[in-house]
């Protein structure tokens, strides 16, 4: 007796009733509109051209059952390329198309969503609403960004194959800045994805000697700057397989979460005392590097460098913290804006460059390795104030000068003994 059960109104046979009729899963499964024939035909010839390998309904006999080929296709697949236009969710009709979404993530299956055109959220119809939010929250190939289909395919599908193991990747280096990493293709899915922004500036004694104001990390044992940590939420292990997934994938979490993160980068900064910084992006990268709370685990980040501009004195006091209350440490650097190893604290051991005897974070690394000097970003001290590698020198009056103030004005109004 055949085993049959359903999968949002589309049947589906059990492994038994396909048995005799096994397939390799070397090749692609074209999901497509009929109604698009032509333009998804031009798809399928630039990856024949290459020699990949698909299949699409066009494969079936008129005597075959059109559902169970669909099906049974779809099972033995290594991943499905869906290409989607506008009319496939302004239609009042539920798309063949979303019943094969539906099949490939019942078996499992990566599904590489390629948007051939634009979709406008507007003309998108109640009945595949659902179908559509589940596609932008996750990943999708925005057709229309490639020159023309054959770089698309080139890029995303000429090398299906995933390359190296997870201890292959993790034994090449502690830091792998995705950008410039040598292969397109991931070895493995990140445990997390965080956004990182840090907020970077430099201070100067009157002799020229630069220092940055850095802070030490409980949670991961590394000094780094000020920053803000914002964390998204993992997308299915299926949806990432290249390098130009995760890439594309932040850029998408950025710009969704835009507001949010503005908001946590204006709170951070008035905690710093800063209450109308202005603030200029000068890098962006994103790296693999070793999470530092689960051994094994490699985390991914989305890394934003800004540089605090036109700070005012009321502002900068809370850098140079003459009370010490914000737990700085400021990390000496030479006239060339790298790191000082003639300072007793700073010093390089087995590929790190320790400050205090911990690690500086590989954004700060990078930082230094720029050599972009600060010069936009460096701000005189008081004449009266000098900081060292601690803070503020012993020599100095400690006080906070608001304090010092304030005690002078109550002096003026102390009444006479």
């Not at 005799?20 to 990856?47: G, Q, T």
């Not at 099972?75 to 302004?90: D, K, N, T, Y």
């Not at 390089?348 to 700060?364: C, P, V």
Request: charged letters at 25%; proline letters at 4%; aromatic letters at 14%.
């Amino acid at each position: 007796m055949v085993t049959q059960f359903r999968l949002r109104g589309v049947k589906l046979m059990d492994s038994n009733f396909r048995g005799d009729n096994k397939l390799n899963d070397s090749y692609f499964f074209i999901s497509y509109p009929r109604s698009c024939y032509d333009k998804a035909y031009e798809y399928v010839s630039s990856m024949e051209k290459y020699n990949i390998k698909i299949w699409w309904d066009r494969y079936i006999g008129s005597a075959e059952d059109w559902e169970n080929e669909l099906t049974k296709h779809i099972e033995g697949c290594q991943a499905v390329i869906m290409l989607l236009f506008p009319e496939v969710f302004s239609s009042q009709r539920k798309s063949n198309m979303h019943k094969e979404y539906n099949i490939a993530h019942h078996f499992g299956k990566t599904v590489h969503c390629v948007l051939v055109e634009a979709i406008d959220d507007q003309q998108v119809t109640n009945v595949n609403r659902w179908w559509w939010e589940d596609i932008k929250n996750s990943q999708y190939i925005k057709g229309w960004e490639y020159s023309n289909i054959d770089a698309l395919v080139k890029t995303r599908f000429l090398n299906p194959n995933r390359s190296g193991t997870r201890n292959q990747f993790a034994n090449d280096k502690d830091q792998i800045v995705l950008e410039t990493y040598s292969s397109s293709l991931l070895p493995y899915y990140p445990a997390n994805f965080w956004l990182v922004r840090l907020y970077v500036c430099a201070v100067k004694n009157k002799n020229g000697k630069r220092f940055i104001p850095l802070k030490y990390t409980r949670y991961g044992g590394i000094w780094s700057t000020p920053h803000i940590a914002f964390q998204f939420q993992p997308p299915p292990y299926s949806l990432l397989c290249e390098v130009l997934d995760i890439l594309h994938l932040f850029d998408s979490w950025v710009e969704k979460e835009s507001n949010t993160i503005e908001s946590l980068g204006l709170h951070q900064l008035y905690q710093l005392g800063m209450f109308s910084p202005s603030t200029i992006r000068k890098n962006t990268y994103t790296e693999f590097k070793p999470s530092p709370t689960s051994k094994g685990q490699y985390n991914c980040f989305r890394v934003e460098e800004y540089h605090l501009n036109h700070l005012k004195d009321g502002e900068l006091v809370n850098i140079y913290d003459p009370e010490k209350l914000f737990g700085y440490r400021y990390f000496p650097l030479d006239e060339q804006g790298n790191a000082d190893f003639s300072s007793k604290y700073v010093e390089y051991q087995g590929g790190d460059i320790l400050f205090f005897g911990k690690k500086l974070s590989t954004n700060i690394v990078a930082l230094l390795n720029d050599n972009r000097h600060f010069e936009d970003c460096t701000y005189d001290l008081p004449a009266d104030i000098t900081i060292n590698e601690f803070g503020v020198s012993q020599s100095n009056n400690m006080q906070h000068p608001s304090k010092r103030n304030h005690q002078q004005i109550i002096l003026k109004h102390k009444p006479r003994l």
